[in-house]
């Protein structure tokens, strides 16, 4: 049967894969498709943004974001409300609750229950903010990126960062997000150019947008070799002093945490790193400023294989309250620390 209008409302908190199909059953059934997401102001997730994700999973749907100041169990009042945002009642209600058919039957509507008994997507909001990383394979990329744990690994010049973030991504099987700054600066060094001031944050912004693309495809952490943060440290490295604008974008970063590495190991030559007289003082600089702000941090030293071991404990530590961890990632593997 094929509708004119049809509705789908809900919190989305977060938007899941059972969600994917409510809408997507609703498209395929119908001209016209509506998605009512309700939101309080005390909701994990903003109901704004919650409609953002869903425009973009569902772009030919309207999505609209309404106060939830109702009794969620008065269908009633929820039914002349909806014909009050619609202009009109719907030709069908496309639900996988309950309530559906008080809720159609107080409009007129045709309801249409979609695996109410969640055989064919079996997962809830409930219970992915119960537990969303247990629950990771019925995340939409969006809501990934929300809430991917993001490690961000920093420290001197050829202190092993890189080195590290690759071993790291391996451990986990996940995405990790390479120094752009390094990338900008092959082309600077080409241009025989001095760096500056501005200069600094036009990296930062490219590499957040880095990250928060990759942190979409991460399988629950993402690493970055790097991050906004950092790059204000290299800004007082090359030019000296701050840049309120760079600082801004550092204050915005999204961290979980920091893995500082060690001044120990000898210092490479690669045709870029001019630093090495200044690299234990650099550390310290890194130090001194993560002292300084909220996000956890470590500092990893010894050889590659050692610093990967007490990477891979600390960032095991952020999923403590989760029913996943990090051994999941390696099907039949033993995770050893």
Same mark, same amino acid.
């Given at each position: 049967?094929?509708?004119?209008?049809?509705?789908?409302?809900?919190?989305?908190?977060?938007?899941?894969?059972?969600?994917?199909?409510?809408?997507?059953?609703?498209?395929?059934?119908?001209?016209?498709?509506?998605?009512?997401?309700?939101?309080?102001?005390?909701?994990?997730?903003?109901?704004?943004?919650?409609?953002?994700?869903?425009?973009?999973?569902?772009?030919?749907?309207?999505?609209?974001?309404?106060?939830?100041?109702?009794?969620?169990?008065?269908?009633?009042?929820?039914?002349?409300?909806?014909?009050?945002?619609?202009?009109?009642? /719907?030709?069908?209600?496309?639900?996988?609750?309950?309530?559906?058919?008080?809720?159609?039957?107080?409009?007129?509507?045709?309801?249409?229950?979609?695996?109410?008994?969640?055989?064919?997507?079996?997962?809830?909001?409930?219970?992915?903010?119960?537990?969303?990383?247990?629950?990771?394979?019925?995340?939409? /990329?969006?809501?990934?990126?929300?809430?991917?744990?993001?490690?961000?690994?920093?420290?001197?010049?050829?202190?092993?960062?890189?080195?590290?973030?690759?071993?790291?991504?391996?451990?986990?099987?996940?995405?990790?997000?390479?120094?752009?700054?390094?990338?900008?600066?092959?082309?600077?060094?080409?241009?025989?150019?001095?760096?500056?001031?501005?200069?600094?944050?036009?990296?930062?912004?490219?590499?957040?947008?880095?990250?928060?693309?990759?942190?979409?495809?991460?399988?629950?952490?993402?690493?970055?070799?790097?991050?906004?943060?950092?790059?204000?440290?290299?800004?007082?490295?090359?030019?000296?002093?701050?840049?309120?604008?760079?600082?801004?974008?550092?204050?915005?970063?999204?961290?979980?945490?920091?893995?500082?590495?060690?001044?120990?190991?000898?210092?490479?030559?690669?045709?870029?790193?001019?630093?090495?007289?200044?690299?234990?003082?650099?550390?310290?600089?890194?130090?001194?400023?993560?002292?300084?702000?909220?996000? /956890?941090?470590?500092?990893?030293?010894?050889?590659?294989?050692?610093?990967?071991?007490?990477?891979?404990?600390?960032?095991?530590?952020?999923?403590?309250?989760?029913?996943?961890? /990090?051994?999941?990632?390696?099907?039949?593997?033993?995770?050893?620390?």
């Amino acid at each position: 049967m094929r509708f004119g209008t049809g509705v789908v409302i809900g919190k989305f908190l977060p938007p899941h894969r059972g969600h994917r199909l409510l809408i997507e059953t609703a498209i395929g059934a119908s001209e016209q498709v509506t998605v009512i997401v309700c939101g309080k102001p005390s909701d994990p997730i903003p109901a704004e943004l919650r409609g953002v994700w869903l425009q973009e999973i569902h772009p030919t749907a309207r999505v609209m974001v309404i106060d939830d100041r109702y009794d969620e169990n008065d269908s009633q009042v929820w039914a002349e409300n909806t014909m009050q945002w619609l202009g009109r009642a /719907p030709d069908a209600v496309f639900t996988s609750e309950s309530y559906g058919d008080r809720y159609a039957g107080f409009m007129g509507s045709v309801h249409v229950n979609v695996d109410q008994r969640r055989e064919r997507v079996p997962i809830s909001g409930t219970a992915v903010r119960s537990d969303p990383y247990a629950n990771w394979e019925y995340l939409e /990329p969006p809501v990934r990126g929300w809430f991917a744990k993001r490690v961000c690994v920093l420290g001197a010049e050829s202190t092993g960062t890189t080195t590290l973030a690759c071993d790291l991504a391996r451990a986990f099987q996940t995405e990790w997000v390479e120094e752009y700054g390094r990338e900008y600066s092959v082309t600077k060094m080409a241009s025989g150019e001095a760096w500056r001031t501005d200069e600094f944050p036009v990296i930062a912004r490219e590499q957040t947008r880095r990250e928060d693309a990759a942190a979409r495809r991460a399988n629950r952490v993402l690493i970055c070799d790097t991050n906004a943060f950092a790059t204000a440290l290299w800004h007082r490295r090359y030019v000296g002093g701050t840049n309120s604008e760079l600082d801004s974008i550092a204050q915005q970063v999204r961290c979980d945490l920091y893995l500082l590495t060690g001044d120990e190991i000898p210092f490479v030559q690669d045709g870029l790193r001019d630093g090495e007289h200044i690299r234990h003082q650099m550390h310290g600089w890194f130090v001194e400023a993560l002292d300084r702000q909220s996000v /956890p941090w470590r500092l990893v030293q010894g050889s590659q294989a050692e610093r990967l071991r007490q990477g891979r404990i600390q960032i095991s530590s952020l999923f403590t309250d989760s029913s996943w961890m /990090p051994g999941a990632a390696f099907p039949g593997t033993a995770w050893r620390l």
